[in-house]
């Protein structure tokens, strides 16, 4: 089988984080910012975490090598010593 190719664009797009979320920067923040409310300018300054339905599709077909497997915490065990 031949390796996959990542897409380089995404590259430049998405971060992966530690837990394997995936970090994109906030849209609505390019032109036009005299039309748009100061609090929507506010809100568009920093990254955000993409919802679990596209992270999965990122991370399938556009980052294939940069998929973790996702460990599954026990919610007893966390608090337990």
């Not at 998405?14 to 994109?24: D, E, H, N, Q």
């Amino acid at each position: 089988m031949p390796k996959m190719k990542t897409k380089s664009g995404a590259k430049k797009r998405f971060k992966v984080t530690s837990s394997g979320k995936v970090k994109v920067k906030q849209s609505f923040s390019r032109h036009m910012m005299m039309n748009k409310p100061k609090k929507m300018k506010r809100k568009a300054k920093g990254t955000t975490v993409l919802c679990s339905a596209d992270e999965r599709i990122v991370l399938r077909n556009f980052l294939p090598y940069l998929r973790r497997k996702k460990k599954k915490t026990n919610p007893k065990a966390v608090g337990e010593k």
